[in-house]
């Protein structure tokens, strides 16, 4: 136990150091070409699985190590993007193997141990969940969501639970046991999910009983800018001005090398994935303003948002259909661009 500890943290220390110095490097140099990018994140990955069979550690576990490796990089949301689809093949064979590797005496042998632990492992996660999400100072609503949408048992367990049984450590009743709570919390979370504002409108009132809403925001004011255009050199100063942080979402990578040299809080990726949208804040931000001139993102925004939202585009049919749908003010770029060329022009004169 003492030496697979200690090569553990000698193997996690490498992967942390090295993503910092090395893959963040690589990650970057290959930004621009999609398909380079992904295949480098995956050999990464397929590195530290192969150095931790060559130590003797759990090939799960030079896994779970390179992975963490990774998040240390900036690129790491984009990264996780572009893994999700083979994210999810994966995860559905892996339960495949579970679902192969039992049988249905295995399943339900502690079937009524299983909901017991359900009804008291889900309903105090979403408790603890909530406790500490207020007392971070975040809203009723922002808590009570976040908490219902975390009452589901983690994949993690499961690949532990595998692992043991594969050493001996646990029975395959064990296994099922821990199956039979994931498939049944995973079924009800997603109505959770699907649902949560309907719950909350219903329970908000009790809510409101147990504490009163201290009017106090989820976070500090602040905005987030997707991507640039001819009117960035504009926009950013005047957000600067008013909002006490401005978070870029961008996916060119020399943009963001731009953004990263002159200290600006930055996100890269494309803002049309929505992991990338929440790691921006943009759930919790004042205003969303988008330079990107994509409709069909805009499009999403304006529907969705129910926060100040603005656009650019060079569409008059495009924008004026953006402010029926709900965006606060759409600016038609040509015409913005020939106002601060004159605006220019004549401060020269």
């Keep these: 136990l003492g030496r697979i500890t200690f090569l553990g943290l000698v193997l996690g220390a490498a992967s942390f150091l090295a993503s910092k110095t090395v893959e963040s490097k690589l990650l970057g140099g290959l930004s ?18 192969a150095l931790a069979d060559i130590v ?48 249905a005496q295995e399943l339900f042998s502690y079937w009524k141990e299983a909901l017991i632990a359900i009804a008291v492992l889900s309903s105090s996660a979403v408790i603890v969940m909530y406790a500490l999400t207020r007392w971070q100072g975040f809203s009723t609503e922002t808590s009570f969501k976040s908490s219902i949408n975390l009452a589901m048992m983690s994949e993690f367990g499961l690949v532990a639970g595998a692992v043991a049984v594969d050493q001996g450590l646990l029975t395959a009743g064990i296994l099922g ?59 950013r100063p005047v957000a600067d001005d008013i909002f006490e942080k401005v978070v870029f979402v961008e996916a060119n990578p020399h943009e963001m090398r731009k953004l ?60 004026d259909r953006l402010n029926e749908l709900g965006a606060d003010h759409v600016i038609l770029e040509d015409k913005a661009v020939e106002r601060i060329l004159r605006d220019r022009l004549e401060v020269k004169r």
């Design 32 to 49: 621009d070409n999609k398909h380079a990018f992904f295949i480098q994140g995956l050999g990464w990955a397929f590195l530290f699985i």
């Design 260 to 319: 990263e040299k002159e200290g600006e809080n930055f996100v890269f990726g494309d803002p049309r994935h929505p992991e990338v949208r929440r790691e921006a804040g943009v759930e919790d931000a004042s205003t969303v303003i988008s330079l990107e001139e994509d409709f069909d993102l805009d499009r999403e925004m304006a529907e969705n948002l129910e926060i100040p939202f603005v656009a650019v585009s060079d569409d008059k049919a495009e924008a």
């Design 56 to 103: 003797g550690l759990s090939l799960e576990i030079g896994g779970f190590l390179a992975g963490i490796s990774l998040g240390q990089v900036p690129y790491s949301t984009e990264l996780q993007e572009k893994v999700r689809p083979l994210t999810n093949l994966l995860l559905a064979v892996f339960f495949a193997s579970i679902g192969l590797s039992l049988n």
């Design 177 to 235: 046991y821990m199956t039979l709570i994931k498939l049944i919390t995973n079924g009800y979370s997603v109505y959770l999910i699907q649902f949560n504002d309907k719950i909350y409108n219903a329970v908000k009132p009790y809510l409101n009983v147990v504490e009163k809403e201290t009017g106090e925001k989820d976070s500090e004011d602040h905005a987030v800018i997707f991507g640039n255009s001819r009117l960035d050199e504009v926009v």
